[in-house]
């Protein structure tokens, strides 16, 4: 039996040192190893119910996801975290500080904890996320809570795995808020306004509400506003319970089935679009076509969207 | 004539409007009128000098490129500036903020400036970002500065399109910067340590030097480390005298024709890799065996990776 076999075994037992070597495994992918796994865990997966909870930097994401875990544990609920943060090139170590935040929940076995920062590329770091997903998902979590930076598309793909999203906000941020409501608007089924007892908490809540109240896309499901103050736990019961209502909602509604099949849809699409591009990069950069056009390019002969046409024409044989 | 082949003509007359109407063009990107654009100018472009300047949010980024114009003014240098900022869903405006603060540039012909955020996906911004370097390189400016926030991977591929990279930090980042060394290492050409009147700034600059003397790929090029205060300008000058002796260590060593041609190279797996994405997702998506293997995952029937090799198998004929 090979190694990823025999972690999957253990993983289904609940080996939780088989759960943090399998996302390692599939972090790095190598020899295609995220393939092996996903192909022997796919029979237990789509049972956990995923949260995301994202946030710009300094909103109190990894306070609110902390306080959020302790609230379903006193639930008997099982909890799986996973702190995405594609920032870390440039502000690496900051969710590994969160991370010795969140003390309470680390001696507790009904929790798992992972942090996953970017190796390689982006695409990398939303693909190694969604089968880390699978894996705690198969691992048998109730909850798996993904935590992202807000800060670009990449974690707005990421936040896209979850069937309910939380997007934070704090205070203060004047009218900025205006300028980001298009982002936001579009993937929060559930808005925070944290740090509440700082100055404008009304106001923020205010701008949101009229905000929503413009947007003309949630007109089945509005999305609540509550007001938090992380750090002391305030407000924490009532996110549950929202996220409770938001996950009824999705269900009596056939719209979990549906998330789960847009989820599944767009992993196959990125799936397929890494792998055409590690064919186009190994096989395509052989082949004496390709090196002649690279060559006019840089002689200036050609522009670059025109020998692409004409590499696609060969690849695709199409005239 | 079309629209797009008029504005070029104008672009090449030197029409400033033309460029930034052709820059929203190949923002869009509406019917492939970029791919139009770059065959219009593609004999007129590689002149321009490209510079990149990363760094985290606060680093002093667009004070420094400010200043950096200005300078290249004082020289005669014509400069297009190119303000790129991923993060803008969650943080927009900020950039916007930071244009008007560059008001002495504004007034100057001999300088274009412009802000460019996420419309869309990532991937999106990068190849829209090189196309705005191209139009600003037609358009004749000598120098181009592209400033990137230093927040991810995406920000890392742009800044690989530059030939002179410069890397931003503060002071006061203490052991953080043992974490984030192997980002930055890798794509610095010169390093500037900005505030450097604040605590730390010494601390900061030996510590470069240690892990500089670790990385075993500078052995050619030692990236100098400049301690800068750029809200005064002081260290400008000495920020530009570096980025020459960069330029003629490349010219003089034909380096800096490899870095136009694997410029060249990754725009081009960029186009293909976007152009193949869009026949999977508009010509795939109708065929039946797309569908079926869609259906089979979502009943759990196949795993995402087993479905794509099947597609990949019909789409490629190989057995």
């Not at 413009?214 to 609540?224: D, E, F, G, Q, S």
């Not at 209502?245 to 089935?257: A, D, G």
Request: glycine content about 8%; overall charge neutral.
């Amino acid at each position: 039996m090979s190694d990823s076999a025999e972690l999957v075994k253990r993983l289904l037992k609940g080996d939780r040192r088989a759960a943090a070597k399998l996302i390692t495994l599939v972090e790095n992918d190598n020899n295609g190893q995220s393939a092996k796994i996903m192909h022997l865990l796919h029979p237990h997966t789509k049972k956990a119910y995923i949260v995301g909870v994202t946030g710009a930097p300094g909103s109190g994401k990894s306070t609110l996801t902390d306080r959020l875990t302790h609230e379903l544990r006193t639930k008997e609920k099982t909890v799986g975290v996973i702190a995405v943060d594609p920032t870390s090139p440039f502000t690496g170590g900051a969710l590994l500080g969160d991370r010795i935040r969140m003390k309470e929940s680390c001696t507790d076995k009904g929790v798992f904890i992972r942090s996953m920062g970017t190796r390689g590329s982006l695409g990398g770091l939303s693909r190694a996320t969604n089968n880390a997903i699978r894996i705690l998902d198969a691992f048998g979590k109730d909850f798996i809570l993904v935590e992202t930076v807000g800060a670009g598309q990449s974690e707005v793909d990421i936040v896209n795995s979850a069937y309910t999203s939380i997007v934070i906000l704090v205070p203060g941020m004047g009218d900025d808020i205006q300028a980001i409501k298009a982002g936001i608007l579009e993937i929060g089924d559930i808005f925070v306004v944290n740090k509440a007892d700082r100055d404008g908490a009304d106001r923020t809540v205010m701008e949101l509400e009229m905000m929503l109240e413009l947007n003309p896309k949630k007109n089945v499901w509005r999305p609540p506003i509550i007001k938090t103050i992380a750090s002391r736990g305030e407000g924490v019961e009532e996110l549950l319970s929202c996220i409770e209502k938001h996950r009824s909602y999705l269900e009596s509604n056939n719209l979990l089935e549906k998330r789960q099949d847009c989820r599944n849809e767009s992993e196959l699409m990125d799936v397929l679009s890494y792998r055409i591009n590690k064919y186009l990069l190994d096989d395509l950069k052989q082949s004496g076509s390709y090196t002649d056009l690279l060559k006019k390019i840089c002689e200036q002969k050609i522009d670059i969207y025109t020998a692409a046409d004409e590499i696609l024409k060969i690849l695709w044989k199409k005239s």
